[in-house]
T-cell receptor, first 114, second 113 residues
Framework: QQQVKQSPQSLIVQKGGISIINCAYE??????FPWYQQFPGKGPALLIA?????SEKKEGRFTISFNKSAKQFSLHIMDSQPGDSATYFC?????????????FGKGTSLLVTP | DSGVTQTPKHLITATGQRVTLRCSPR?????VYWYQQSLDQGLQFLIQ???????AKGNILERFSAQQFPDLHSELNLSSLELGDSALYFC????????????FGEGSRLTVL
């Protein structure tokens, strides 16, 4: 079963707008929450990550907001640019018993229009 | 360039056949992970190896197997292939046993006809 649920499946945002992608999880043993960005024909690459003891992390135009009690986290892309058009995956790291593997959401295809 | 090399990039085969996908991790990385990417399931974790030993198993079918060799390269073997096995198979590597940043290769696209 999908341990990390991601929405929306696709998103269209105008240049300069804010892109918001949401993820939810159930396993409270998850201890690390990264976001990966994937361009067509390429493998995913780490964009930004957060640990559950922090509620927000910002790197440039990218911000992760984390709500531990709600078991939700989201990616905000400020001032979205056409170059941000890609597929975004949220993920959560499993516990020691599960070998610390990353569980990925199904991905969000973002299109930023000029 | 992530430093992770996967071969072949594309592979077309028939149902019932067996294929081997190869992965060379980044220099210095001891962990190798295999993921399957399909349109409806996203990125599904298959298996992790750390320094030659199996470390974690995900949704890997019994028809699939993998190993990591002493030089740290890894192979994913897919047998008795079915149409539903058509997907993009990614290899990723990381430095340690505990997953931090994963570095993904560009994938091997398998088409089963």
């Amino acid at each position: 079963q999908q341990q990390v649920k991601q929405s929306p499946q696709s998103l269209i945002v105008q240049k300069g707008g804010i892109s918001i992608i949401n993820c939810a999880y159930e396993n409270t043993a998850f201890d690390y929450f990264p976001w990966y960005q994937q361009f067509p024909g390429k493998g995913p690459a780490l964009l930004i990550a957060i640990r559950p003891d922090v509620s927000e992390k910002k790197e440039g135009r990218f911000t992760i907001s984390f709500n531990k009690s709600a078991k939700q986290f989201s990616l905000h892309i400020m001032d979205s640019q056409p170059g941000d058009s890609a597929t975004y995956f949220c993920a959560a790291r499993a516990s020691r018993d599960s070998g610390y593997a990353l569980n990925f959401g199904k991905g969000t295809s973002l299109l930023v229009t000029p | 360039d992530s430093g992770v090399t996967q071969t072949p990039k594309h592979l077309i085969t028939a149902t019932g056949q067996r294929v081997t996908l190869r992965c060379s991790p980044r220099s210095g990385d001891l962990s190798v992970y295999w993921y399957q990417q399909s349109l409806d399931q996203g990125l599904q974790f298959l298996i992790q190896y750390y320094n030659g030993e199996e470390r974690a198993k995900g949704n890997i079918l019994e028809r699939f197997s993998a190993q990591q060799f002493p030089d740290l390269h890894s192979e994913l073997n897919l047998s008795s292939l079915e149409l539903g096995d058509s997907a993009l198979y990614f290899c990723a590597s990381s430095v340690g046993q505990v997953t931090g940043e994963l570095f993904f290769g560009e994938g091997s696209r398998l088409t089963v006809l």
